[in-house]
């Protein structure tokens, strides 16, 4: 299946208030998916990478083959062709996840257009810059609240009735810790369950076998952090499987922020604090962006897609893991990760399709 990916971005300020778009056209020039987001405060580049990623990954879930990406930026075009060393160590994860897709599409071949030929992308990014502007303006006025960005999610692709059978992954946040109980960040901090946490594994382990018992669960896959995988082990142990880990579904990295709460941050790093609680660009000192997590986390939901088509998988994880592939799965990003709670040992249920996906249970605690 031939298609063309149409794909910009824009940062008002470089860096500044930033947004992409993208569209997926048959050769006809029929639209068959449009992609957009607010990025937060970021750069150009980054949201031309991250247009060109989304239009890609649109041109996959409608099972492309064949793909003629047309964007404006003469630096991506030139960098993905190979032509131009990515100098940029910001840009270079954002190049790894765009060959990552280009591999999977097998034939993608790049051009670069003048603006007045990409303006439906154009337009979308820049509507995605609007609701990020008005987004950075809330938290401005508001810096004491968790406002959530302004993005509405994209247009749902149309279900083309796939006869193939979706990649289920329950997803299973982990039991109670000590930073648990005094409501600390926690992080790549590698603490213990508590005897209250190994509890709450435990009925998880019942509740999950009574969910999967009219599917088969092919596999339980786990964050490296003990506190996941001391949850997975009765979960695997009920299930007759082995636990697997897998290093993309760690939590944030909170860098000095680990073990502190809310309290104690907003006091140590009052202005980085509140911009960080409303802009998934901005990583806490020594830590991780919510937008780095969410690429990582993209890539290991991809990874489990790919080893385990059409079957169920348990994935044992943490909150910003687990709320990151619900929000893909409701192409809500980043709304959900500032609206959505999630209990300890809370069980939620993501389908991914061809051509979409499905949320199925959200914070089951029963």
């Given at each position: 299946?031939?298609?063309?990916?149409?794909?910009?971005?824009?940062?008002?300020?470089?860096?500044?208030?930033?947004?992409?778009?993208?569209?997926?056209?048959?050769?006809?020039?029929?639209?068959?998916?449009?992609?957009?987001?607010?990025?937060?405060?970021?750069?150009?580049?980054?949201?031309?990478?991250?247009?060109?990623?989304?239009?890609?990954?649109?041109?996959?879930?409608?099972?492309?083959?064949?793909?003629?990406?047309?964007?404006?930026?003469?630096?991506?075009?030139?960098?993905?062709?190979?032509?131009?060393?990515?100098?940029?160590?910001?840009?270079?994860?954002?190049?790894?996840?765009?060959?990552?897709?280009?591999?999977?599409?097998?034939?993608?071949?790049?051009?670069?257009?003048?603006?007045?030929?990409?303006?439906?992308?154009?337009?979308?990014?820049?509507?995605?810059?609007?609701?990020?502007?008005?987004a950075q303006a809330e938290g401005e006025q508001r810096p004491s609240r968790r406002p959530a960005p302004a993005e509405p999610p994209a247009?749902?692709?149309?279900?083309?009735?796939?006869?193939?059978?979706?990649?289920?992954?329950?997803?299973?946040?982990?039991?109670?810790?000590?930073?648990?109980?005094?409501?600390?960040?926690?992080?790549?901090?590698?603490?213990?369950?508590?005897?209250?946490?190994?509890?709450?594994?435990?009925?998880?382990?019942?509740?999950?076998?009574?969910?999967?018992?009219?599917?088969?669960?092919?596999?339980?896959?786990?964050?490296?952090?003990?506190?996941?995988?001391?949850?997975?082990?009765?979960?695997?142990?009920?299930?007759?499987?082995?636990?697997?880990?897998?290093?993309?579904?760690?939590?944030?990295?909170?860098?000095?922020w680990e073990g502190m709460t809310f309290a104690e941050v907003a006091a140590r790093n009052p202005d980085l604090h509140a911009r960080w609680?409303?802009?998934?660009?901005?990583?806490?000192?020594?830590?991780?962006?919510?937008?780095?997590?969410?690429?990582?986390?993209?890539?290991?939901?991809?990874?489990?897609?790919?080893?385990?088509?059409?079957?169920?998988?348990?994935?044992?994880?943490?909150?910003?893991?687990?709320?990151?592939?619900?929000?893909?799965?409701?192409?809500?990003?980043?709304?959900?990760?500032?609206?959505?709670?999630?209990?300890?040992?809370?069980?939620?249920?993501?389908?991914?399709?061809?051509?979409?996906?499905?949320?199925?249970?959200?914070?089951?605690?029963?």
């Amino acid at each position: 299946m031939k298609v063309i990916v149409e794909a910009d971005g824009g940062s008002r300020g470089n860096p500044g208030p930033a947004g992409y778009g993208a569209v997926v056209r048959d050769p006809a020039g029929a639209v068959l998916a449009e992609r957009s987001g607010a990025l937060g405060h970021t750069t150009n580049n980054v949201a031309e990478y991250t247009g060109l990623i989304e239009g890609l990954r649109a041109a996959l879930e409608l099972g492309a083959t064949d793909v003629e990406a047309r964007l404006d930026s003469k630096l991506v075009v030139e960098q993905m062709s190979g032509r131009w060393r990515i100098r940029q160590p910001h840009l270079q994860p954002l190049a790894g996840d765009a060959a990552a897709l280009v591999r999977r599409l097998g034939s993608v071949r790049f051009q670069w257009v003048p603006r007045e030929r990409n303006r439906h992308a154009d337009r979308l990014a820049n509507e995605a810059m609007d609701r990020a502007r008005d987004a950075q303006a809330e938290g401005e006025q508001r810096p004491s609240r968790r406002p959530a960005p302004a993005e509405p999610p994209a247009p749902p692709l149309a279900w083309r009735g796939e006869s193939e059978p979706p990649t289920r992954l329950v997803l299973l946040r982990h039991g109670q810790t000590e930073h648990s109980i005094r409501r600390a960040y926690s992080g790549r901090g590698d603490l213990p369950l508590t005897s209250t946490g190994e509890t709450q594994a435990a009925l998880a382990a019942k509740r999950l076998a009574g969910l999967t018992a009219l599917t088969e669960v092919v596999a339980v896959v786990s964050s490296p952090l003990r506190r996941a995988v001391q949850t997975a082990e009765p979960v695997a142990a009920q299930l007759g499987l082995p636990v697997t880990v897998h290093d993309g579904l760690i939590e944030a990295d909170y860098g000095d922020w680990e073990g502190m709460t809310f309290a104690e941050v907003a006091a140590r790093n009052p202005d980085l604090h509140a911009r960080w609680l409303h802009d998934t660009s901005v990583a806490p000192p020594g830590g991780e962006s919510l937008d780095s997590v969410r690429r990582r986390v993209r890539r290991a939901r991809d990874a489990l897609i790919v080893d385990h088509p059409g079957a169920t998988v348990v994935v044992v994880s943490h909150v910003a893991p687990v709320k990151t592939l619900l929000a893909i799965a409701l192409d809500a990003w980043p709304s959900v990760l500032f609206r959505l709670h999630l209990d300890l040992a809370s069980v939620s249920v993501a389908e991914f399709f061809p051509d979409g996906a499905a949320v199925r249970l959200v914070n089951d605690t029963s």
